[in-house]
């Protein structure tokens, strides 16, 4: 709803202003909200199907994916997908990724198209599509290669120009996102998903990543054509980098407040309702030991008890429909 003359008077001025801040400008898109997790049992947990009903996810897969059939497939991921597609209620979004776990090689654009075509005819029903996961992470190969990533958008659209909803770039909340963005920008066609992981605005609860995508989307007019997803966030409980340094120490106070914070800064008035989706991540605490787990966004602890930040999405529950 915009902010009119007629909406001021009829609703005060301090109504008013509330319903501009949560409330998206007239011809905006709805948010939709899903959440994201990478293991089976996640979606048949009561809390998940029948609280909060919930009816879209994400996953990750390697690029090619789909070409390791009969050749070192990923049983795991295989089975996965089969969970998750078996449930006729809840709409998957597949995010391609890098193909392995040390310094990867950067594939060609013949190569990824044929790929995406082989995933496509694999799973013809899965038909919202992540070109490649924070390509602008610095241990992915593509985090040099936005004009790369432009290119297999492009390649992917040519396979499937009309019934897919291609994520065309994805980016992390790093110095790098302004740059990256503008430089994909020049050479991807028409893309009209963009996804963005902002951890770092949630949990600072502050915008200033997501605002500068929104800054770097902007056309010569001014004006922000695409969709904005949030492909991944959430409110950490715990956080600790690679190198063992804590970022964020326990907490679900805390961790409550992150998520309370995600779904006002998806509705502020600033980004004139392009924030469309937002895929929170993840479901479940892998454990409290913190010498073995050094993410922890779950919005259940890791007995299956839903956290305070579950309760929080629990009130949001109308943007999961």
């Not at 994916?65 to 990923?74: A, D, L």
Request: overall charge positive.
């Amino acid at each position: 709803m915009s902010r009119t003359r007629t909406t001021v008077l009829a609703a005060g001025l301090i109504a008013g202003l509330s319903l501009t801040v949560f409330s998206a400008p007239a011809g905006a898109a709805s948010l939709k909200v899903g959440i994201a997790d990478q293991k089976p049992d996640t979606y048949s947990n009561p809390f998940y199907t029948q609280e909060l009903k919930v009816r879209r996810t994400r996953i990750i897969v390697p690029w090619n994916f789909s070409q390791r059939r009969g050749k070192g497939e990923n049983p795991f991921l295989v089975g996965l997908i089969k969970t998750i597609l078996d449930r006729k209620n809840i709409e998957l979004m597949v995010h391609f990724g890098k193909d392995c776990n040390g310094k990867c090689k950067l594939p060609s654009v013949s190569k990824y198209r044929k790929a995406f075509k082989k995933f496509r005819q694999q799973y013809p029903k899965i038909k919202i599509i992540g070109i490649w996961n924070e390509a602008n992470h610095g241990d992915q190969p593509t985090k040099d290669s936005p004009k790369r990533v432009a290119e297999y958008y492009n390649a992917a659209r040519k396979v499937c120009p009309t019934k897919c909803k291609l994520v065309g770039l994805d980016v992390l909340d790093d110095a790098s996102l302004p740059r990256y963005t503008k430089e994909f920008l020049e050479t991807a066609k028409s893309p009209k998903y963009i996804g963005l992981h902002n951890y770092k605005d949630v949990n600072d609860r502050k915008s200033t990543s997501t605002r500068a995508l929104y800054k770097a989307l902007k056309n010569r007019d001014g004006k922000v054509k695409q969709e904005i997803w949030l492909t991944e966030t959430g409110g950490l409980n715990f956080f600790k980098t690679g190198k063992g340094k804590v970022v964020r120490k326990r907490s679900d106070e805390r961790q409550r407040k992150a998520v309370k914070y995600l779904f006002e800064l998806a509705q502020k008035s600033e980004f004139k309702g392009r924030i469309t989706r937002i895929y929170y991540y993840h479901w479940k605490s892998d454990g409290l030991d913190e010498d073995k787990v050094r993410f922890d966004a779950g919005l259940l602890d890791p007995d299956g008890n839903r956290r305070p930040a579950y309760f929080e999405v629990l009130k949001n529950k109308k943007f999961l429909k």
